[in-house]
């Protein structure tokens, strides 16, 4: 079975504080994704990532970035968190050839205060 | 960039009764379109796909079709039951390369007693 694991399920944040979500995969993944839930809006991909040290910009990557060290990890950082990125993170994972099924992780519930 | 409307946003069926959910998809370039169900608090999780090479897929009570010409694809649930109650998301790829998924705001889908 695939496993895509999130560190943090729960965060309370303050404006301003430097945020990082980390999302490991077990299973040797070239792609990994971290997608944005929020309700009415659906998932929004933020930023995603096809290699080691490789990075694409998704639909709405304002006030995050991403780093991708080692192929299993593929961190999420809001580098200033504000309010209006309270959400659920959503980290994901698929093999390297177009057209696989994407596995999703448990999500990461922020909350910026 | 791909642009995926689903429709309706709120479902209420009879249980037994069958559900249907479309979507519409902007690039004719997209090959692959799964369907995602989202249990209340658990992860998206991939319940049937379908690629542009055919224009139905069947697997028990789910069955996905395809219009390509048209740009739309459809969900169909048939003898819904309880646990059927969920929130469903379709989705579309970008038309090549790992570029994640463009997903759907989602439907809520209630199965009334």
């Known amino acids: 079975d695939v496993k895509v694991t999130q560190s943090s399920r729960y965060l309370v944040k303050r404006t301003g504080e430097k945020v990082f979500l980390e999302c490991v995969q077990d299973?040797?993944?070239?792609?990994m994704f971290w997608y944005r839930q929020d309700p009415g809006l659906g998932l929004r991909l933020i930023y995603f990532?096809?290699?080691?040290?490789?990075?694409e910009k998704g639909d709405i990557p304002e006030g995050y970035s991403v780093s991708r060290e080692k192929k299993e990890r593929f961190s999420l950082i809001l580098e200033s968190a504000s309010t209006n990125q309270t959400s659920m993170y959503l980290c994901?994972?698929?093999?390297?050839?177009?057209?696989?099924?994407?596995?999703f992780g448990e999500g990461s519930w922020l909350t910026v205060v | 960039g791909e642009n995926v409307e689903q429709h309706p946003s709120t479902l209420s069926v009879q249980e037994g009764d069958s559900a249907v959910i479309k979507c519409t998809y902007s690039?004719?370039?997209?090959?692959?379109f799964p369907w995602y169900k989202q249990e209340l608090g658990k992860r998206p999780q991939l319940i049937i796909d379908?690629?542009?090479?055919?224009g139905e897929k069947k697997d028990q009570r789910i069955a996905v079709t395809l219009n390509k010409t048209a740009k739309h694809f459809s969900l169909h649930i048939t003898e819904t039951q309880p646990e059927d109650s969920a929130v469903y998301f379709c989705?579309?790829?970008?038309?090549?390369?790992?570029?994640?998924?463009?997903f759907g705001k989602g439907t809520h889908l209630i199965i009334q007693p």
């Open positions: 690039d004719s370039a997209s090959n692959y």
């Open positions: 994901a994972s698929s093999p390297g050839t177009v057209g696989n099924t994407i596995y």
């Open positions: 299973m040797d993944h070239e792609n």
């Open positions: 989705a579309a790829n970008s038309g090549g390369g790992a570029d994640g998924l463009t």
């Open positions: 990532s096809y290699d080691v040290k490789m990075k």
């Open positions: 379908i690629r542009s090479n055919v």
